[in-house]
């Protein structure tokens, strides 16, 4: 009887580890936006950002996604078709607008389940862009600014 009870629990670790394991799908996705005549650099994400500066001349952003619940399939039409996470710049008159794709996202659903997701955005702008006090816009230094560092 211990050793029916001891098997019994395993098998049941085993299913629950096995179910917790394929349960959760990973992906990475990145952009990559020219910044030529761009004075102003503007935020619009659905998903929470952190701002990074870089040596590189061009904005990137990546998003790491982790969807739980979900499968491939799932996570593969979200990314492709649906396109859930995209990110999508817009410029005009100098403002370089850095926007989601979907600016509303419904719950994912999977077999009558909804799906919990974790988004990390992180974007690299180029070191020659400040953020501006109390808000979310970067404005490239003056030449003045560069020259005293």
Known sequence: ?????????????????????????????????????????????????????????QIMVTSEITVYNATKGIMK????????WEVIDTVQNGVLTIDSYQSRRAPIQSRGEECYEIVRVKVFLPSEYIKMPESESWMRKKEEEESQE
Do not use: C, T, Y
């Not at 910044?35 to 952190?50: A, G, M, T, W």
């Not at 039409?77 to 859930?84: D, H, L, T, V």
């Open 77 to 84: 039409f979200f990314i492709e078709e649906n396109k859930r």
């Open 1 to 57: 009887m211990k050793n029916l009870r001891a098997l019994a629990l395993v098998v049941g670790l085993f299913v629950v580890l096995h179910n917790v394991a394929v349960a959760q799908i990973h992906d990475r996705l990145h952009w990559v936006f020219p910044v030529d005549s761009v004075e102003q650099i503007n935020f619009d994400l659905v998903d929470p950002f952190e701002v990074e500066n870089w040596a590189g001349n």
